[in-house]
RNA sequence: GGUCCGUUCGUCUAGCCAGGUCAGGACGCCAGGUUUUCAUCCUGGUAACACGGGUUCGAAUCCCGUACGGACUACCA
């Protein structure tokens, strides 16, 4: 392997959204990437026709932009080594495919579906460990090493339907030095003759992506572990293609998996647990079934791949709130944990909130100001900073914002009747009407002076604090929740204060 | 079934490679404090080395076995 240059590939196919668990692939791949001044690439694999999904490969590529990861080469920016679609490939991977042949390292295979079902039928019954189509099937099947060189090329030339598979080695130890799992060392007895090319014509994942990977100058594939049993036949397809000393380096990542039950996150996981496991909203082309995307639900780029980065890596010091650039400095290989994680989506709430009071208020008044407008409520950007700077520390999403101040765009027009019998006394009105008073009087009406105004009037009637606070806050906003009340006055400004209170003397009624 | 991979608090994990820590942190949860209220915030608490055997003065850490979990086992990727 010359290590002249780190070139990474995501290489998703386009049968759907990418979920959590993908996108965290893309992610770690972008970040070896880039701490090491190398090459982020995207393709697409596209070889399977039959679960291409409209809308996905713009998909992929509308999520790896959210998340800020910049493609470096391939599909929307071109490259020295175009296509990047494998479907726009297909000579490519025929050529390899006819040279594996020629060197007797492959073979053509005219087994029909149901030839294969007979196999497998005869092989269970006959008890046999495995059902495989290897060294010691292929014998009894119809293939080029088992039919004479006159037939085999009579039914190429009558268009007889065919594949090329792989030919297994016999009792051979192969070695994969996986970067993340050390040596893993599997016997091809244990694997099968793999369909390399088929017979619609295109390629097999394993054939396309090791002739891709090469042509490409892949230098590390990093994927998921669920490739980990099929890299001992990638090896053997590298050492057939005598790639073997440009081989890139394997680094199989520990599988995302359900926050419940068992088994690896699935797209079908959706919105089954109230939380969101895609990036953003997908709805299904053919059913149009909608499927909320963290995008959607409120999370900030930033949050959301410092929580998908902390799934199965971290950085070995107590620090967690990481940028991109933070990631992509203190990332490496080595500290990408073995086992699978579940996404916790209490913590993914947390990490959203740190980085949301982080924000300045402009930002976030601007963000609350658009959806604010949605609802149909058109207010003073100033006034939504105002809010936004006293409730940010309480809302975990900008659509937070809605619940946590609602009362600062419409007097409250039901109240709290656990608060009325808790807190609504005889005197109360008598008390309200003072206050009324002692508000009109206070110039500037700001936090300072009302605070102290009415502070002074409880302490001399000798009232009870928590009492009267809280019964004035019932008229201003409707309950005993909410930011600090002589904040809420200032912002609501006299007028409206006085409106409300009066209308809460009239309204309330014990 | 077979092959391969894995297993530290409920969750994400540090510690393991180079044996000696009261097994640390974060989220959650619980309690207390601050606050006019709720939330935030602060303090404290809860809770884990899958099991069994070895090696060793000493094992979460090294070795073996067992159990459990997972992935793969398609002309899907």
Not at 68 to 97: F, H
Not at 230 to 244: D, I, M, N
Not at 332 to 360: C, M, T, V
Not at 453 to 463: C, M
Request: aromatic letters at 10%.
């Amino acid at each position: 392997m010359d290590y002249g240059k780190v070139r990474v590939r995501f290489a998703p196919s386009p049968t759907g959204p990418l979920h959590i668990g993908g996108l965290r692939t893309a992610l770690f791949n972008y970040l070896f990437a880039k701490k090491n001044n190398g090459d982020f690439i995207l393709r697409i694999e596209d070889t399977d026709q039959a679960r291409y999904v409209p809308g996905a490969e713009e998909y992929i590529i509308e999520s790896l932009k959210w998340c800020n990861i910049k493609i470096d080469e391939g599909i929307t920016v071109g490259g020295l080594y175009e296509p990047y679609r494998q479907s726009e490939r297909k000579d490519i991977y025929r050529k390899y495919a006819k040279q594996l042949v020629e060197n007797c390292d492959a073979y053509y295979a005219f087994d029909t579906p149901d030839d294969l079902e007979q196999m497998r039928i005869r092989l269970k019954a006959e008890k046999s460990s495995t059902q495989q189509y290897n060294s010691i099937t292929r014998g009894s099947m119809k293939n080029s090493l088992s039919l004479t060189n006159k037939e085999v090329k009579q039914r190429l030339e009558s268009g007889e339907p065919y594949v090329i598979r792989f030919k297994m080695p016999e009792n051979e130890e192969v070695t994969v030095n996986d970067l993340i799992r050390g040596k893993v060392i599997v016997n091809t007895s244990e694997l099968d003759d793999k369909v390399l090319f088929k017979s619609d014509g295109m390629p097999t994942y394993h054939l396309a992506n090791i002739v891709d990977d090469h042509l490409m100058k892949i230098s590390h594939v990093i994927r998921g572990e669920e490739w980990l049993p099929s890299t001992p036949l990638h090896v053997l397809l590298y050492k057939a293609f005598g790639w073997e000393s440009e081989m890139p380096e394997f680094a199989h990542m520990p599988l995302t998996l359900k926050p419940d039950g068992k088994g690896k996150l699935s797209k079908r996981d959706g919105d089954r647990l109230g939380f969101p496991v895609f990036p953003l909203q997908w709805i299904n082309p053919v059913t149009k079934e909608v499927f909320s995307g963290f995008r959607e639900t409120g999370y900030f780029p930033e949050a959301f791949i410092n929580i998908l980065a902390f799934l199965g890596w971290n950085p070995g010091t107590e620090q967690e709130i990481f940028s991109l650039n933070e990631l992509i400095k203190s990332f490496s290989l080595e500290r990408i944990g073995k086992s699978g994680s579940r996404f916790d989506p209490e913590k993914a709430k947390w990490y959203n909130h740190q980085y949301l009071i982080k924000k300045s208020d402009d930002e976030l008044a601007e963000l609350f100001q658009s959806i604010l407008k949605e609802k149909g409520i058109d207010a003073d950007l100033n006034y939504i900073k105002n809010i936004c700077a006293l409730t940010k520390e309480r809302v975990n999403f900008v659509s937070e914002f809605c619940d946590q101040s609602y009362f600062f765009f419409e007097a409250p027009t039901e109240y709290d009747p656990k608060v009325i019998k808790k807190r609504w006394k005889e005197n109360t009105p008598d008390v309200l009407k003072d206050i009324i008073d002692i508000l009109n009087k206070s110039e500037p009406f700001n936090v300072e002076n009302t605070e102290k105004n009415v502070k002074d009037y409880i302490l001399k009637n000798e009232l009870n604090m928590g009492q009267v606070l809280n019964v004035l806050r019932l008229t201003l906003v409707g309950s005993a929740k909410g930011p600090a009340l002589f904040n809420i006055m200032e912002l609501l400004g006299k007028n409206e204060v006085i409106t409300r209170i009066e209308a809460g003397l009239v309204n309330i009624i014990k």
